[in-house]
């Protein structure tokens, strides 16, 4: 059985919070989602792809646009220092960019272990790093292995010939990722967390039924990422919440157009291209976002802080 740290479930990611929430947007969107499967309007059709695609960039990009004004805080950076900071943020996301045009499929790898790792942080009620990975990995293995050929068009068109192994490799890990997030979730269920564990559940069904695209975007941008959001308020105390949508607002704005010139095809209109590209730029904004993070989790390891807790949980 994998460990719950003892102790009040106070100062981490939603399994150790007195009720981890689950945004009514997530139920509101599921509800779309079952309607339009049980109408037969066909989800894997143009529209409701493109939609998804959209959407899960859109959804998904605040929750890392405070990336730097937290560092600032957490780490009492003056300005020169921010800047610095801004400027390595910067060189981590160009970095991204240049392993995607030189090798494809090097890129697509690093990105689907960011994704484990980075959702992996979910599952800070299970102690082993290892073992959280795996858990984060469901979201990539459970595609792949329900949705397979969907997935391979979807790799391929992101990273070229060979993008099948990594599927491949997806499967293979599918049953110990699927054990590890069904104990996971056990365990939070006994906890008293039962709404979160029932959305994981959900998430999980949905990304076996319906096209990856949907399913991630259901998981992405109504499940996980309000959850990373919650912690703005203790990790930014000084800002309004006018302040903080506002920024938040100027940040996606600036990431979105820089997004149009370094990837035109979200633009193309085709909705392979658009598919991929949305990824594609998720993992720009995704490698510096997860370094980051880490880091900040390290400089408070030890250190209580009020933005700890938010750090912790990676947004």
Known sequence: MIPVPAGPLTDSTGTRISRVP???????????????????????????????????LLGGLPHGAYDIAIARHTLGMGWARAT?????????ALAMIA???IAPLYALAVFLMLA???FGEDWLMIETGLLRVMAGAS????????????????FTTMAGPGAETLQNIAVACTPVALLVNAVGTLQTWRAGHREWATAQTIALITLATTPPQIGFMLYFVFLHAPLHMRGLGTALPDWSPTRIWAYGAIICVITLAAGALIA????????KALSAESFRLLSVVAA?????TTILKQATRGHPHPTSRFSKLGG
């Open 22 to 56: 689950v945004s009514p947007l997530f139920w509101l969107a599921l509800s779309l989602i079952a309607g339009g499967m049980a109408l037969g309007s066909g989800l894997g059709q143009s529209l409701p792809i493109a939609v998804a695609a959209v959407l899960m």
């Open 84 to 92: 610095v900071a801004l400027l390595a943020y910067i060189a981590v």
């Open 99 to 101: 392993l995607w045009a």
């Open 116 to 118: 484990a790792i980075h």
């Open 139 to 154: 979201i990539i293995c459970v595609p792949a292995f329900f949705r397979g050929p969907e997935v391979t068009a979807l």
């Open 264 to 271: 035109p095809g979200f633009l193309s209109g085709d909705i």
């Open 288 to 292: 510096p976002h997860l370094l980051l």
